[in-house]
């Protein structure tokens, strides 16, 4: 009694009462980290590590960056290493949000990351920094205040992951389900309703779009036998369009009990108004009605 005495005198909080009765104690508790603290913590650690490491960009210095994704960079480094670029905005028009990862994933010559997790965006991001060639890295805005689990091991500073290699976000058998990015959001969520009707998705976090990984998406398939791609970008000439494409053409075609659908946005400009913008991107009941298709259910 004398302990909850001291806790209510010396703070006033209930919660640190409660929190002492914790059964499990917050040393062990699960580690996270927003999107955002993740790219930031990745970028200072990098140009930390190597001098020759710069970020030029508009508003990225005294502005902290848009969406704060350089928050104290540049009182850190200041404006020889943190640069600010002019911005001109008088011939900008009729622009919107959309997704560039097939516009970038045509180039030879370039790679492309299109990261989901918080340990996505910070082994990648430091891998594209080191890396000597050109890299794009295409992270969603959406995702920058999302909290994830993450490890101590990617939370060293000499965490890198490589590009050009997939991940399994999550175990199955049923079917397989390969997406990148936001769409990642969409798959698991479809794949918790689907188990209610004992269907189990396989789901594969691409990570990179070019190189993409072959090999994980055939390995799925020679498992499961049914194929989904998911994206939100356009249908055609799309991600999944590539996916399905090199299946096809693989020895991983022998293998598909059913033809391999895709799940894209609508084939329409994205709209400005939120309601369209919604109601043409890929939901998770948009997953779900594919995998039900290919599955014949």
Known sequence: MKLIRDLFKSHGSIILFRRSFSITSR????????IREAIIKAMDEEIERDERV???????????????LSKGLWKKYGDKRIIDTPITEMGVAAQHSQDYSTWYSQCPGLKVISPYSAEDCRGLLKAAIRDDDPVVFLENELLYGQQFPISDEALSSDFIL?????????????ITLVSHSIGLKICLDAAHELEQNEIDCEIINLRTLRPLDEEIIKTSIKKTHHLVSVEFGWPHCGIGSEIIARICESDAFDYLDAPPLRVTSADVPLSYAITLEKNSLPQASNVIKRVKHVLNK
Not at 27 to 34: D, L
Not at 55 to 66: F, K, M, N, R, S
Not at 163 to 173: F, N, S
């Open 162 to 174: 490589p590009i050009g290699k997939g991940k399994i976000e999550r175990q199955g058998k049923h």
């Open 54 to 68: 710069f970020l030029i960009g508009e508003e990225v210095a005294e502005y902290d960056g848009a969406y704060k």
């Open 27 to 34: 040393a062990f508790a699960e580690k996270t980290i927003t």
